[in-house]
């Protein structure tokens, strides 16, 4: 290399932004919640095992106040690790999630290694030439029946590193590509209908059919659906005629080198071998199996984490990888999402900030005094906007239901609007806040996957958020007086 030449810059170092890193926002939040104890008062309501939720939930009328419990230093630093195990009594938090997410990333690995992917990628664009708009509405469909069924969250991460290179060849952008993934899976849990960590948890909470409101719920999926696909559908054409238009534009030539790596040409031409298309089929069908067990069989993480590592077993069995290349490509694959792990247990440590400090019932009981004696229209669009700020210290769709709805959809009885109505006002709050929150691990974990930083996210999002905000207050302000 001369004096005059520059050494070519690294697709990493070019996707690095000014903006804080996901791990620097939730240790940031952390402490922010910790200051939180010192200042909100302490107290508890009395819980009761509720069998059908299969929880302890809260009971109506017995907050009272206790000895305070203010979260330290020690509490911080240790929060992290609290996130995924507690350290006493080490009953597991996140850690389940994070094992997860490793095996997640195995399996793609091996699924690389196959070379499946990447030719069945190619093959798809080149039978798409000219129409790539829409696989936009046709892949947040499917992502949205995910999202609608089952409540489709972490499970996501496993299409990210998939469908990007999709989106890059397509003329698109990487934004293009989470918000397909990302917006796609939220929508259809923002317009959960039979849902069971979402509706089912709830309606059961609010002692009401999980049935009821389902119209309504119908409504916010579709209409929803069809706002979200012709935003994203909109920027992408704009994207693709001026790539400038990219809310990503700086980073546009180190995103293609980073998730193209210099092979772009190769989409254009490829076709699939025998045992590439037996790969295909049994990715297809691992992500089938998942959706039985978890929708009819109340799986979870480690039986979806177990899943996922024999069906790594097997392709690469099938492949002919041989012993070392199956191993290699499993941790290399695990390896490129322990960021994303890392990530699960930080956003799990501000829950067991709150937890332990003892103010989640104090701010719960709040809300509960804020809502009483309010007419119909102004109870319903309240109760919506108290579930959105709950939503981003509780992200969890099933831990929300189980802290709020036992307090807070039984006042809807004194104010004449249906307990139905509670809950699809919770399970759409929580909806749209996970779509950016930051302490849910699926919003940072797929942008970290992505290279998007969060500034950049918001910058393409805050238009589609007040969008829907308005749609949903419309749609339950409706639903109010029928």
């Known amino acids: 290399m001369t004096e005059d030449e520059t050494p070519p810059e690294n697709p990493e170092n070019a996707l690095a932004s000014r903006f804080p890193t996901a791990y620097t926002i939730l240790f940031g939040l952390i402490i922010l919640v910790a200051a939180l104890t010192w200042i909100i008062p302490a107290g508890q309501y009395e819980r009761v095992m509720n069998e059908e939720v299969g929880r302890e939930v809260a009971v109506p009328g017995t907050y009272q106040t206790v000895e305070s419990n203010p979260q330290g230093v020690v509490e911080v630093m240790l929060a992290p690790t609290a996130g995924f195990y507690d350290p006493d009594s080490y009953a597991a938090n996140a850690i389940d999630v994070a094992l997860f997410v490793l095996f997640l990333g195995g399996f793609l690995g091996v699924m690389n290694a196959t070379g499946a992917i990447d030719t069945g990628i190619r093959s798809a664009m080149r039978h798409l030439q000219g129409h790539e708009i829409w696989m936009i509405p046709i892949l947040m469909t499917l992502f949205a029946l995910g999202g609608t069924t089952y409540g489709m969250a972490e499970e996501t991460l496993a299409f990210y590193s998939i469908l990007i290179p999709v989106m890059l060849v397509a003329g698109y952008d990487v934004v293009t590509g989470v918000a397909i993934i990302l917006i796609g899976a939220g929508i259809g849990v923002l317009g959960s209908t039979i849902n069971p960590f979402a509706t089912v948890i709830a309606a059961n909470a609010a002692d009401i059919p999980f049935t009821d409101g389902i119209v309504l719920r119908f409504v916010l999926l579709i209409g929803g659906l069809i706002i979200c696909s012709a935003y994203v ?225 918001i910058a393409f999002i805050w238009p589609l958020l007040l969008i829907l905000t308005l749609f949903i207050s419309l749609v339950i302000s409706i639903g109010a007086f029928l």
């Open 233 to 457: 559908m909109r920027y992408a054409m704009r994207v693709k005629a001026d790539p400038s238009r990219s809310v990503v534009a700086k980073q546009w030539d180190a995103h293609r080198k980073l998730f193209l790596q210099g092979h772009e040409e190769e989409f254009k031409d490829a076709t699939l071998n025998g045992t590439q298309m037996i790969a295909l089929v049994i990715f297809a069908l691992t992500f089938a199996v998942m959706i039985w067990g978890v929708s009819s069989q109340g799986w979870w993480m480690a039986r979806m984490g177990s899943l996922f590592f024999g069906a790594a077993i097997l392709i690469g069995l099938i492949a002919r990888l041989g012993e070392k290349k199956l191993t290699g490509s499993f941790v290399d694959g695990a390896r490129d999402l322990l960021g994303v792990a890392l990530v699960v247990g930080l956003a799990r440590g501000i829950v067991v900030i709150m937890e332990q400090g003892m103010i989640a019932d104090t701010i719960l009981h709040s809300a509960e005094n804020s809502l009483g004696g309010l007419p119909e229209l102004a109870f319903i669009n309240l109760m919506f906007w108290i579930e959105v700020g709950m939503s981003f210290f509780v992200p969890s769709s099933s831990g929300l239901a189980v802290l709020s709805m036992p307090i807070l959809a039984p006042l809807a009885d004194f104010a004449n609007v249906g307990r139905d109505l509670v809950v699809t006002a919770y399970q759409s709050a929580n909806g749209l806040v996970n779509l950016i929150n930051p302490t849910f691990a699926v919003v940072v974990g797929g942008l970290a996957i992505s290279r998007v930083s969060y500034d950049r996210w």
